[in-house]
């Protein structure tokens, strides 16, 4: 789904004052009928993830925290059964997850005589029935099931559609009859960073010659496709020559505009593709 700046600069404007939670997300649907469910919970996603990183410092300042941290005693203290964590975050605009971790660190600091690890709040929060206390061990699941855009379970499900849509984009390379050599196949020989399919004999999309290709299972907006480009896109030009970036949910029509530079964005596996070595359409 290819949306123009406007149409995307409208969606994004409808969720602004709507929280992250999945009713909201289906009055989106409602609202933009016309929109696949794939590509709006993308932009939902993006959108309230760039909220969360302009807000992010102010939840973790000491006060802050310590705030959250006595509502939550005084909270689970009153009933424990109650999503009292869920709730506060929700009431603080804050993901659910996030909130989850900041009363876990503050609870392992005070009942641990060293401060736990990155590793140690991660592996909680991955699985919260390690939590040494059941009240908060219930809370924190409550956070993480109730997260739709941030947490271990958030985390799973995106690299799970990432590996679907790699596999996707290997069938259909196969089904073409088009030589390639994979994301660990480059690795192997020595490669750093590297695109998810390298071609070993170049095609032509639209006219333009295409030596990779890289698969995005998400929106391609303004923030997350300016950050691509710079990280990745152009270190792959640099080194294999014009590729394909394919955004499996869309992207802003606007943001194709580095064609004649050697970058060319697709929402779907293109159709017209012409096999340089027999100047023919593939089969």
């Known amino acids: ?57 102010k939840h973790h300042t000491s006060e802050a925290i310590e705030s959250y941290y006595q509502r939550y005693l005084d909270g689970v203290g009153k009933n424990g059964a109650a999503p009292v964590l869920l709730e506060l975050a929700n009431e603080v605009d804050y993901a659910p997850s996030l909130m989850a971790r900041i009363i876990l660190e503050r609870f392992l600091q005070e009942h641990k005589e060293t401060p736990p690890s990155k590793s140690v709040i991660n592996s909680l929060l991955r699985d919260p029935s390690q ?36 596999i996707l984009l290997r069938d259909l390379l196969l089904e073409k009859n088009l030589s390639f050599l994979d994301e660990d196949q480059l690795r192997a020989k020595g490669y750093d960073k590297t695109p998810d399919f390298i071609l070993q004999v170049p095609i032509a999309v639209e006219g333009h010659i295409i030596h990779w290709i890289e698969s995005k299972a998400s929106f391609g907006d303004e923030c997350s496709h300016h950050a691509y480009l710079h990280d990745q896109f152009w270190s792959y030009w640099n080194r294999f020559g014009p590729g394909l970036v394919i955004y499996w949910y869309g992207f802003i029509q606007e943001l194709d505009c580095n064609r004649e530079r050697g970058i060319l964005l697709k929402a779907c596996f293109p159709t017209d593709i012409v096999t340089l070595c027999h100047g023919a359409a593939a089969p």
Do not use: W
């Open 1 to 57: 789904m290819i949306l123009t700046k406007a149409q995307y600069d409208e969606i994004a404007q409808c969720l602004v004052s709507v929280p992250p939670t999945r009713q909201s997300l289906r009055k989106l649907k409602q609202r933009f009928p016309s929109q696949s469910q794939a590509t709006l919970l993308s932009i939902f996603s993006q959108e309230y993830q760039k909220h969360i990183k302009r807000t992010h410092a």
């Open 131 to 166: 939590i040494p206390d059941g009240v908060l061990a219930n809370q924190v699941y409550q956070c993480i099931v109730n997260d739709c855009c941030y947490g271990p379970l958030v985390d799973c499900i995106k690299h799970a559609i990432g590996h679907e849509h790699e």
